[in-house]
């Protein structure tokens, strides 16, 4: 099983990057996004449930967007009007069975993890 994040990169506040997170080897009930910066846990950002049940960290509400194509197997994080205090490296992790709502935002429910992509945003 791997996940391979892409999609990082600089960007000025107020622009727009989309993340990708492919998975390979099996399909996921649930999927999230964390981001970390240096000497910091790692965040919770999004998450989903199968294709619909979306969760959203207060800091990114409203701003970004998780979905996913089941046919390509990607999970994918849109990200839009976008401040310096996003500024981190992006990891996607994915859990087999379905997660359970109070878990969604442990780093500790998702089983796999992708290896991060670094997201600039400059003021």
């Known amino acids: 099983v791997q996940l391979q994040a892409s999609g990082g990169g600089l960007v000025q506040a107020g622009g727009s990057l989309r993340l990708a997170c492919a998975a390979s080897g099996r399909t996921f009930n649930g999927v999230a996004w964390f981001r970390q910066t240096p000497g910091k846990e790692r965040e919770f950002v999004a998450a989903l449930r199968r294709s619909r049940d979306n969760t959203y960290a207060d800091s990114v509400k409203g701003r970004f967007t998780i979905s996913r194509d089941n046919a390509k197997n990607t999970v994918y994080l849109q990200m839009n009007s976008l401040k310096p205090e996003d500024t981190a490296v992006y990891y996607c992790?994915?859990?087999?069975?379905?997660?359970?709502?109070?878990?969604?935002?442990?780093?500790?429910?998702?089983?796999?993890w992708g290896q991060g992509t670094l997201v600039t945003v400059s003021s």
């Open positions: 992790g994915a859990k087999s069975n379905y997660p359970i709502t109070s878990a969604l935002r442990l780093v500790a429910t998702y089983e796999y």
